[in-house]
């Protein structure tokens, strides 16, 4: 009997999106987040993408200092293969969103492959009553924001981390992304296989719809072959169902609280793990595999947990 397809779930855990209003499940205490971590590992995700949180009041942290407690606690209680964000915020240098991966040399770590009009400042109208003063403002100029991750923030990003060892998730928001990502390979900067986390739903990338999913990936096959992995995340209602597709067109997964807060159209969320569990069901119930991490490692030729830096 032919061995069912292996599947990736990444599970996105907090993020920089989303504020402590939106959601009462979102986890941004270094205990909150890595609970939610550990649980979503139990529940069936092989990687833990991780952003930080100041402990005192949510807001996005790229401080080595509060990343530290809750990876030690991964560590200690889960083989998930770690992977840290480079993204960040939007207001910040490359130099300071390296940082946290520079620290502690993690098997993976997100690297956005151009810039964009990234912004959700339309969320800052769903809320009257706000548990923080930053958050309002925060979500609001979302909408005069550049993301920016030039080929020059690329390159530094690259070679900083190329004595690590450590993978890149290449988050491509549209087409352009992905040519940006193959002139970087033919000039050196990545090796092949690479991993294209394609995303799909971000205000200011494509849209989140099955014929962009098709075009994304016809797109990738001609430019990388066989050279590359691929995964898919969809923000909001778009999560699940995209999630969906991506499994049965041969790609894995990426569910989370990062991308959206709810479990079904209008209802929140209890937890990363809540997501984790439903998108394995269907992948399950559909005839693939979930990969554990040490499958994901293989699959995606990472160093191994053994050379981390934490």
């Known amino acids: 009997m032919a061995r069912k397809p292996r599947t990736i779930i990444t599970c996105a855990i907090t993020g920089a999106i989303h504020t402590p209003t939106m959601s ?18 139990e529940a069936g ?27 030690a606690r ?3 209680a889960s083989d998930a293969v770690v992977n840290i964000s480079t993204g960040g915020s939007l207001s910040l240098s490359i130099q300071d969103r390296i940082r946290p991966a520079m620290t502690f040399s993690p098997e993976m770590c997100s690297m956005n492959m151009g810039s964009m009009n990234f912004s959700f400042h339309p969320l800052a109208a769903r809320y009257s009553e706000w548990k923080f003063d930053w958050e309002k ?44 990502l193959k002139f970087c390979m033919d000039t050196g900067l990545f090796k092949a296989p690479v991993f294209i986390q394609f995303v799909l739903g971000i205000l200011g990338g494509i849209g989140a719809d099955v014929e962009n999913l098709v075009f ?7 430019l990388f072959g066989d050279d590359y992995r691929w995964s898919v995340l969809a923000a909001g209602a778009s999560q699940i169902p995209m999630a969906t597709t991506a499994s049965q067109m041969g790609g894995h997964v990426r569910v989370g609280l990062e991308d959206s807060l709810f479990i079904t159209r209008g209802k929140l969320a209890e937890s990363n793990a809540q997501q984790v569990t439903k998108i394995r069901r269907i992948v399950e119930e559909l005839g693939n595999e979930i990969a554990s991490p040490d499958e994901a490692r293989e699959i995606l030729g990472l160093k191994g947990g053994d050379r981390v830096g934490f």
């Open 74 to 76: 991964i560590r200690q």
């Open 45 to 71: 995700a092989s990687i833990l993408h991780l952003h930080a949180r100041n402990p005192e009041n949510g807001a996005p942290s790229v401080d080595p200092v509060d990343f530290a407690p809750f990876l």
């Open 216 to 222: 994304m990936k016809r797109t990738a096959d001609k």
């Open 24 to 41: 009462d499940a979102l986890p941004w205490t270094c205990e909150q987040i890595a609970g939610q971590a550990l649980a979503a590992s």
């Open 137 to 180: 403002t925060y979500v609001e100029n979302s909408e005069a924001s550049i993301f920016r991750n030039t080929f020059r923030d690329i390159r530094e990003a690259a070679t900083s981390l190329a004595p690590h060892g450590t993978k890149f998730e290449h988050e491509c928001y549209d087409i352009s992304h992905l040519y940006n």
